[in-house]
C-alpha cells in the first residue's frame, strides 16, 4: 500500500528528509564489502573474478570474454520487430548526443593563443547490470555517447545468467552497435576488473553505468586510479501533477518507476486531494508499497520540494507545466506534459537513461559525450605577448613567494 503524507504546514526541508531513501552504496558494511572485493580482484586477477562470480551467480564463465561468434549468432537472430525498435532508439540516442558534443576552440589576441582540445578517452568500461531483467536499453544509452564522443576501444562487462552466458539481448545489441568486447561478468568484480585489469579483462580510463549498490560502491572505490560518471543507485521519480492529471495515467507513471523495486523510489506531489485520492485505489501489488502520495499547497510547493530531494526523473503534468519546469532546478531529467511518460525515456526518447540518483543531481550531470572526454588547454604566445603580460604574472608569483616562478619570466625578458 502506497503511503500518504500531508505536506502543506510541515517544513520542506524535513519532509524531504523523510521521502528520501539514502543510497545503499553509502552504508559502511556495503562500502567495505566493496572495497573488500575490488582489494582481491587486483591482487588475483581472474582467479577472483571466476570466485565471486561463481559465488554471486552461481557460475563460472569459461572463457569470461564472450566469443565474438556468439556475439555474431545474437545479432543475426534477432527478431525483425526488436530490431527496428533497437536501431530506432539508438538512432535518437546518437542524434541527441551529437548534439551536446563538446568541440576544441582556440582564441588569440595580440600575439597571445589560448585554447582547449577536447579529445576522447582511448578506452571506456561499460557495466550493464542485471538482476531484475536484461537491460539492452542500458547499452545503448552508454555505448552510444561514447561512440559519438569518438572512444577507439569500448568494452562491456554483464553479469552472466544461470547458464554462464550473457543475455541473448544485450548481445545482440552489442552485436547491432559493433561492439565485441564484452565479459561475462558483473557486480563490483566487474569494476574491479575494468579499473585495474586481469590476465583477461584490459584496464580502462573510466568506468560508466548503473548497477547495484555493491557496483555504485565498487566504483566509489576505484575512483582515482579511473574516471567514474555519477552515483546512479535505485531509481527515483517524482510526478508533480495538478487536477488536471489523469489518475489511471499518474498511477502508471508511478508505478513504472516503482516496478524496478530495490529500494526505487515513486513519489506524487500533487495540490489536489481529489487526484491524491483517486490515484491511491489504482497502486496495487509490491511497488505500491514503494509510492509516496504527498498533498502539498501548491505547485510552487512542489517545485520547491522536489528541488530539495534532487531526483533522478521528475515528471510535470499540470495546464501550467512550462512555469513548474521554469522552477525547476535540480533534476537529471524532466518529462514536460501527460504525452512524455518517463518511460519514453527510459528507452528510445533521445537523452541517456544513466542518471544521477540518491540526490546527485543536485552537482552531477546525466551521462553524456562529456563523460567521454577529456579537455586540454594549452597556450602560445609570441615575445611581444609575454613583454605586454609577463610583468603581471611575474609581479603575482612574488606575491605569492614563489621566486622561481618569477624568474622564469623575468629570464626570458632580459631582466635576470
Known sequence: MARR?????RDAREVVGGLRRPGGFLYPEVRDAARGIVEDVRERGDAALLEYTGRFDGVRP???RVPPGEIRRAREALPAEAEESFVAAAENVRLFHRREMDRSWETSRNGATTGQRVRPVRRA?????GGH?????TLIMSAVPAQVAGVEEVCVCAPPGPNGRVSEWVLAVAGLLGLDEVYAVGGAQAVAAMAHGTESVPAVNKI???GND???AAKLEVFGFVGIDAPQGPSEIIVIADASAFPGRVAADLMAQAEHLSGASAILLSPSEELIRAVEPLLTGEPAELVKLVHVRDLSHAAELSNLYAPEH???ISEDHEAVLNDLREAGLVGVGDWSPIALSDYAAGPSHALPTSGTAAWASPLGTHDFTVRTNYMHFTHDALRDLGPHAERLARLEGFENHARS???RLGRE
Open 125 to 129: 568500461g561499460l557495466y550493464v547490470p
Open 62 to 64: 569459461d572463457p569470461l
Open 409 to 411: 619570466i623575468a629570464v
Open 214 to 216: 555493491y557496483v555504485t
Open 133 to 137: 531483467g536484461a537491460y539492452p536499453s
Open 314 to 316: 521528475a515528471h510535470v
Open 208 to 210: 560508466v553505468g548503473p
Open 5 to 9: 503524507l500531508d505536506a502543506r504546514d
